[in-house]
């Protein structure tokens, strides 16, 4: 149950850093402008940002999103970690599409889609050990 705890802390961790990310020099270039047509795509390039950023989350430093590293959380595949960078982007991308959902999946049995498609597990790892 701690595991699944620190799974849903660590998401939560990663969501905070990529919307303040994307959110806080869009909203510096959208209050530039008083164009109704730049404030529209200010809003594009800002979900789009936010997109690509959440996606390549687990890419960014090293394989492990940086909620997974403070909550010392590894992706594992096949009892390896994952060192596949393409893996890492579907199990996100897979993740996204039910995310209503994925509390209650980790909750359930600690897999979310992504991990089913994909194949893949997260397991607590020590440094020590």
């Given at each position: 149950?701690f ?18 990310v ?10 530039l ?65 039910p995310?209503?959902?994925y ?9 979310s889609k ?16």
């Amino acid at each position: 149950m701690f595991l699944k705890f620190r799974r849903l802390v660590a998401l939560y961790i990663d969501y905070l850093i990529v919307f303040y990310v994307s959110y806080f020099p869009m909203n510096y270039i959208y209050s530039l402008f008083n164009n109704m047509f730049m404030n529209i795509v200010t809003g594009l390039i800002a979900m789009i940002l936010l997109i690509n950023l959440f996606l390549r989350k687990d890419c960014l430093i090293g394989y492990e999103s940086i909620g997974k590293k403070i909550m010392r959380l590894k992706i594992y595949q096949d009892d390896k970690p994952v060192k596949d960078k393409k893996i890492l982007m579907d199990r996100v991308f897979y993740t996204l599409w039910p995310f209503v959902e994925y509390p209650f999946m980790i909750l359930y049995n600690n897999k979310s889609k992504g991990d089913i498609k994909c194949n893949t597990e997260v397991k607590s790892f020590r440094k020590n050990s």
